[in-house]
């Protein structure tokens, strides 16, 4: 018999309540390499969420290091006065600090400052490292241990040491990146004697109880790369000295394997928790995390029933709701609000933006962030359109005390996610209005669904919220004769004929819009063609999504004509233009032609319909500016926040 979730655990001398611990995440809500009460906030709230365990986010153990302004540069002398308030904003909640050195993968300033292990070039930014020497291997050492000392002084339970991901410590585990021939490199047993020093170093420089963890990428899947027998064969080393007390297992690097890193919504649950199983094996009882796009209790369950890991590791889940380790025990009686992997919150820390996320508008705001004030008197909204601002406006408002109606001209509620949510490989954007919903029956929302309204509807209502959506642009294409179908169209068409016929998706779009059109087609059978007159694919997407959509399209051989414009067609054939030269071509055998392109706000309501009513508010979400689910989704709320 196994271990339960909510059981407590063992971590060197500190017992953790539950199984669940947070994962390390950056926030990019630090400011000028310092900590700020933003990322302290954070962390109170996640603590109060019922988390077994806080991992930080990474800080800068040194100069060296200088991964983002908005990541904390511990090396500096006044980073730990700030750095206190982290543990003490967990309230009880053990607290590990994440020490980090991303040596030559430099991400946001691949230029400042790459120091590197080897002189081959970083995979991401291409930049070639400064190759460390003997003395500074030994400050970067010596800057871990500082940074491990100050942070037990600091209030600190432990610290992790960032093993993973293909920053300076997978540098020098790995054959794929370390091609030293001193007492650094050359065999399994040189690419290990860094982290083993660096372990060795923390240890000495700590006290008996100071939880020393590691994180490591069970799989780097690069070719010549780790895998998971490596990290094994690593932690039994570093168990066999005592040196570490926790062992998480992540995959991947800063390759084009970073697609495997954060598993998007294309991946299935837990993919990579096999390589937790692996390590396991070989801890020698150090408790080991496994983590990677574990979203439901039942899996969270299974994993440490059957033994694949001691403790679970969320990060995007507890991003989307910090209350889920309560709310998986029942404690609190609310729907969990599902992370969909979307990974619109990676996308963000990745271009050095506060993280965000989709349908948690609290997310990075937790700092001011106040529950939505209850009304004095019943008062009651009509709420126009039950896409994602309408939903989510709906059921806030309801909360807050207000009769609440909404009118929904389709025949189900839910608008561009309950469109995106019948594309193949795409439904999991549904479980965004699943939980909506719930939310509305829960605070008793009406609905009248089939029931446009119109601006010369008698509303009996103290305000009226429109949330009306957009409509897609259909183009004429001079001389085409076949069908033209926007994005919301495909899931109703026929698999492809026998003959296989081709179909042309224009990707105006950058996203999902189109993406998710072209693919559904292709598990359809239709043969894809992909035309944008960008110069690229995916610029709405985040690198790592993209990553998985250039293989999945690879995958299916379909032919991504980038930089060219439709200009025209005739029978079966559709006429392009090279946005550069001018030049022409034509694609033949085409039976269908997808336009993912611009859309128009439907706001009809709001311009005409009575002042006192309609136009009280602004619309919110695609009705104000065709947009994505993240603006929609908070301007519903922040709407209903205000209304009084
Ligand atoms: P958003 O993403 O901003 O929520 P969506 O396009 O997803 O916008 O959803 C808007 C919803 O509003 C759609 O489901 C649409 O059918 C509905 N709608 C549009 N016009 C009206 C109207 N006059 N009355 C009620 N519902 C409407």
Not at 412 to 441: H, I, K, N, T
Request: hydrophobic share 45%; charged share 25%; proline share 7%.
């Amino acid at each position: 018999m196994g271990a339960q979730l909510f059981e407590p655990v063992r971590v060197r001398e500190t017992v953790l309540a539950n199984r669940l611990v947070h994962v390390a995440t950056l926030t990019q809500l630090g400011r000028d390499g310092l900590p700020t009460a933003a990322q302290a906030a954070y962390l109170r709230r996640r603590a109060a969420g019922g988390v077994g365990c806080i991992v930080t986010e990474g800080v800068s153990v040194h100069s060296s290091s200088r991964p983002h302004p908005g990541v904390v540069q511990a090396y500096r002398p006044e980073a730990f006065a700030g750095l206190r308030a982290w543990p003490q904003a967990a309230a009880g909640v053990p607290v590990l600090l994440q020490l980090w050195h991303v040596g030559r993968q430099q991400l946001w300033g691949p230029r400042e400052a790459p120091w590197g292990v080897s002189p081959e070039p970083d995979a991401l930014s291409g930049s070639v490292p400064h190759v460390m020497t003997d003395a500074e291997i030994e400050a970067v050492l010596e800057a871990f241990a500082a940074a491990a000392r100050q942070a037990e002084a600091a209030g600190f339970a432990g610290v992790e040491l960032h093993g993973a991901h293909g920053y300076l410590l997978t540098q020098f585990l790995s054959p794929w990146s370390n091609t030293r021939t001193d007492r650094w490199g050359g065999d399994a047993e040189r690419r290990r004697a860094f982290v083993l020093e660096l372990a060795r170093r923390v240890r000495r420089a700590t006290g008996p109880r100071f939880i020393v963890g590691i994180k490591l990428s069970g799989h780097e899947f690069v070719p010549g790369g780790l895998t998971e027998r490596d990290a094994a064969d690593l932690v039994a080393a570093l168990a066999a000295e005592g040196l570490v007390d926790l062992v998480g297992v992540s995959q991947g690097n800063f390759s084009l394997s970073l697609e495997r890193h954060v598993p998007d919504l294309h991946f299935p649950e837990a993919p990579f928790a096999y390589l937790a199983r692996t390590v396991r094996e070989a801890a020698a009882g150090v408790p080991v995390i496994a983590m990677g796009r574990i979203m439901s209790r039942a899996t969270a369950e299974r994993l440490v029933a059957e033994g694949w890991a001691d403790l679970v590791g969320l990060s995007r889940a507890l991003l989307a709701d910090p209350d889920l380790p309560r709310k998986w025990r029942g404690i609190d009686g609310e729907p969990v609000r599902p992370c969909l992997a979307c990974n619109v919150c990676w996308g963000r820390i990745h271009q050095g933006r506060p993280v965000a996320c989709v349908h948690n508008p609290e997310l990075g705001e937790e700092e001011r962030w106040t529950p939505p004030a209850p009304i004095p008197r019943r008062a009651a909204v009509v709420v126009a359109g039950a896409g994602p601002a309408g939903l989510e406006a709906a059921w806030v408002l309801a909360r807050r005390g207000f009769r609440v109606t909404v009118y929904e001209a389709a025949g189900e509620p839910g608008g561009q996610a309950a469109r995106l949510r019948r594309l193949a490989g795409l439904e999991r954007f549904g479980e965004l209005v699943d939980y909506q919903l719930a939310q509305c029956a829960r605070y008793g929302v009406a609905f009248r669904l089939g029931t446009p309204l119109t601006p010369e509807d008698p509303v009996e209502a103290d305000a009226v919220v429109v949330a009306t959506g957009s409509v897609p642009v259909r183009p004429t294409i001079p001389g085409w004769r076949g069908p033209v179908r926007v994005p919301d169209e495909v899931p109703d068409l026929a698999p492809a004929p026998p003959a296989g016929a081709t179909a042309v998706v224009v990707d105006e779009d950058g996203g999902y819009y189109a993406y998710g059109p072209a693919e559904h087609l292709l598990a359809r059978g239709w043969a894809v063609v992909l035309v944008t007159s960008r110069t690229a694919l995916g610029a709405r997407l985040d690198y790592l999504s993209r990553i998985g959509l250039e293989r999945r399209l690879r995958t299916h051989d379909v032919p991504v004509w980038t930089g060219w414009r439709v200009v025209g067609g005739g029978d079966r054939v559709l006429l392009l233009e090279d946005v550069f030269t001018g030049r022409r071509r034509a694609i033949e055998d085409v039976a269908l032609v997808v336009w993912a392109g611009a859309r128009r706000a439907v706001d009809d309501l709001w311009r005409t319909g009575r002042e006192a009513w309609f136009r009280r508010w602004a619309p919110i979400g695609d009705a104000f500016a065709p947009r994505d689910l993240l603006a929609a989704v908070h301007e519903g709320h922040r709407l209903a926040r205000e209304i009084r």
